[in-house]
């Protein structure tokens, strides 16, 4: 009489045991999809902080670390910024700001890249190149990334190499002698 009982539990011990294993191995398939979804370290901390660019010369570019991401402030002088502000949008390989702080659709002029009309002498970006993550030297004419050969210019938009988006503009907030990431 036992025999009927424990085939019944046998069978339900069976079929949880079955369903756990499918359920962590649907689990385990599904991560690399599910993870697309989920906002990146960079975009979910997205932590304040406050650089004084009173350190910054006229024509300097520092680079700075962001909890971790590291980020050029460049101080162009006012023939760089002609020099970007020059740049066809036709012969841009990536036609979009790329600016945390505007629309996504804008496009890649100088103005939609620099934080706002009062200072346009200022540029942000996130350093590592959009290839591959190397760190791109600055040059007279804007970064040059020595991985792979890719070039950005005055306003950090590719003009050369293997990279396909240009380098983007952070959340940050202009504050006359201040500027505050992460906003
Ligand atoms: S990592 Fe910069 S060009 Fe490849």
Known sequence: MLTPTLNVNNVELFYSFTCAIVAIGVGIMSWPVASQFLPNAFVSVNPKMEVDLRAVCC????TINWFGTPVFI???LARE???????????LKDKYARNAN???????????????????????????CTH?????????????CACHGSSYDLSGRV????????????????AVSALVLGT
Do not use: H
């Open 59 to 62: 024509g300097q570019c520092v």
């Open 132 to 144: 591959l993550g190397c760190m791109p030297s600055v040059t007279k004419c804007g970064w040059v």
């Open 102 to 128: 505007i629309n996504s659709n804008a496009l890649a002029f100088d103005r939609n890249r620099c934080l706002d009309v009062r200072s346009e002498n200022w540029l942000v970006v996130i350093a590592p």
């Open 159 to 174: 003009t050369n190499g293997p990279a396909a988006t240009n380098l983007s503009v952070p959340k940050c907030v202009y």
């Open 74 to 76: 460049r101080n162009r």
């Open 81 to 91: 910024v002609r020099a970007a502000r020059a740049v066809c949008l036709r012969k």
